[in-house]
């Protein structure tokens, strides 16, 4: 391509980094381009919130008139920035390959608690101006104080320095990419599925007139497709709900196996709890159709003890559901003699780590595993961190743990009627099992639920010992608690994507 071309991008380090990324793109593929700033009203704008121009065009109008009239060639822009119904004459003739899409958690170190989800200290002031990001984090941390928070990146990391907050949330992607150095603080990566990002979030987008053919034919080979095909999804849920940028909404889609999965947080306003949902290969119309069907109100019985801070309780209750929490199992401790030697320490659930509470201490020099997000939260909140996370069903969890364990050693505390899930995946050589605790059968009759969700195979054998499944939806909390079902007979059951209460509230709104 011999004409040279011209990149209009806002002024912002970065705006302007994305801008520069680009321009050394196009060099390689034989393009050569200058690039021209051009100032926005959402530069200028500093009394809206973030959630009211992300979609709306406060940031891409300026730039798309100067496309439209052949004042530049290319915009670049933040993706999540553009209008999902965008001007005739321009399309987006490539996407990037997205960076990471998670929000993080940045913590003034003077403001960590450890012992708090997200090492958060009790009340602190967080700094967003997202309603998105303030109704998700009060499902999570409904005692945390909302300071609004507005500037670019750097200009909101120096409020945060100098004390204006004890946290502030922003996007993972900007970090990266300015590769900016946060040494100063305590950082917490949000999970992506639990804290829902933006849609399109983490991804550039690539803007040209729509007659222009022969740059639309260079750009092309800077596309994303799989991107493409992802933001999509997310993309067309936001256009659907006419205007829902108002909206504290979060949707993100994960394309893995021929499955397309996305998640879905949406609330009324900024300060209420959202529902959420999760769907596989579904297409947005569906999306919007669950979203918008009005919910019934439904019965939901659990198969664990809850307390009022349970993120199971508290979403499904402010959404009208009726919540039922009956462990149908009963725990007991055992003696123990002996804490063995061991490299790890694998908890396979809060249980274990109740039963060992007094002996936690002698584990400060062993590496820690969690099955999943709750027993990790366990954990932190005895004080310990844990060095390995597992996600996914029990089979992945068991595959991922015992490629980090390698050639060492592993000390599982387990019930007195552990199914031992994780071991069999691990040379027995590496396996020490110390049981710490009983548990048995509670007869409770469990009847006239919409819902029954089982959270282990134990409580599954101990349903069935006075209770029959007659028009209840079925629930199991992951793989293994699904087969205990499958071996009662119980066939049509729905699983949740992770081990997890949020995970197995995602299930329920999603089925009702």
């Known amino acids: 391509m011999k004409r040279k071309i011209t990149i209009g991008s806002r002024g912002s ?14 060099e390689d593929i034989g393009i050569t381009a200058d690039i021209k700033i051009i100032k926005t009203k959402g530069d200028n704008i500093q009394h809206l919130s973030f959630d009211k121009m992300e979609g709306k065009g406060f940031f891409t109008k300026e730039i798309e008139k100067e496309l439209l009239d052949g004042e530049i060639d290319l915009a670049v822009h933040s993706h999540k920035d553009l209008e999902t119904t965008p001007p005739k004459e321009l399309i987006i003739a490539a996407v990037s390959e997205r960076e990471n899409p998670a929000d993080i958690l940045l913590i003034n170190k003077n403001s960590v608690d450890k012992t708090k989800l997200w090492d958060l200290k009790n009340k602190s002031a967080v700094g967003t101006s997202s309603a998105r990001r303030k109704s998700q984090m009060l499902l999570f941390r409904k005692d945390v104080v909302f ?26 992607a900007g970090v990266i990419r300015l590769n900016l150095d946060l040494s100063a603080f305590h950082k917490i ?17 690539l803007q040209t007139r729509e007659t222009d053919m022969e740059l639309r034919h260079k750009l092309s080979a800077l596309n994303s497709i799989k991107t493409q095909n992802d933001i999509a999804i997310e993309r067309k849920v936001l256009n659907l709900l006419d205007g829902g940028c108002q909206l504290p909404l979060g949707v993100y889609c994960e394309s893995l196996d021929n499955t397309r999965k996305t998640w879905v947080s949406i609330s009324s306003s900024h300060n209420a709890i959202p529902s959420r949902y999760y769907f596989e290969n579904a297409s947005a119309e569906n999306i919007i159709n669950e979203i918008n069907t009005k919910k019934p109100i439904a019965s939901v019985f659990i198969s664990r003890n809850l307390d009022e801070n349970s993120i199971f309780k508290r979403i499904l ?18 003696s123990i003699k002996d804490i063995y030697s061991s490299d790890w320490v694998f908890f396979s659930s809060s249980a274990s780590i109740y039963f060992l509470k007094e002996h936690l201490y002698k584990f400060s020099n062993r590496k820690i595993g969690a099955i999943g997000q709750a027993t990790a939260l366990a954990l932190q909140k005895e004080g310990i961190k844990a060095n390995f996370i597992g996600n996914g069903d029990t089979h992945k969890v068991a595959n991922d743990f015992s490629e980090v364990l390698a050639q060492d050693i592993a000390l599982f505390p387990i019930s007195n009627s552990s199914i031992k899930t994780i071991q069999k995946s691990i040379n027995s050589n590496q396996v020490i099992e110390l049981v710490c605790y009983n548990n048995s059968p509670i007869k409770h009759n469990v009847v006239n639920f919409d ?5 282990s195979p134990s409580n599954v054998y ?9 028009n209840s939806k079925v629930i199991a909390i992951g793989d293994t608690t699904k087969r205990a079902l499958n071996k009662c007979g119980v066939n049509n059951v729905l699983v949740s994507w992770e081990s997890s209460e949020l995970a197995l509230a995602d299930t329920i709104f999603s089925n009702l």
């Open 189 to 205: 990566e949000l999970p992506i599925k639990h804290f829902i990002p933006a849609p399109a979030q983490g991804v550039l987008a």
């Open 462 to 470: 101990s349903f069935f010992e006075n209770n029959e499944i007659n």
């Open 147 to 172: 300071k609004d928070l507005r500037g670019n990146v750097p200009t909101r990391i120096n409020k945060l320095l100098n004390g204006e907050y004890d946290a502030i949330i922003i996007a993972q």
């Open 317 to 334: 209750n402010s959404n009208n559901l009726k919540v039922t929490a009956k462990s149908l199992i009963n725990l007991s401790s055992v």
């Open 13 to 26: 380090d970065l705006a302007l980094w994305q801008a520069n990324h680009v321009q050394k793109q196009l």
């Open 451 to 455: 819902f029954i969700v089982f959270t």
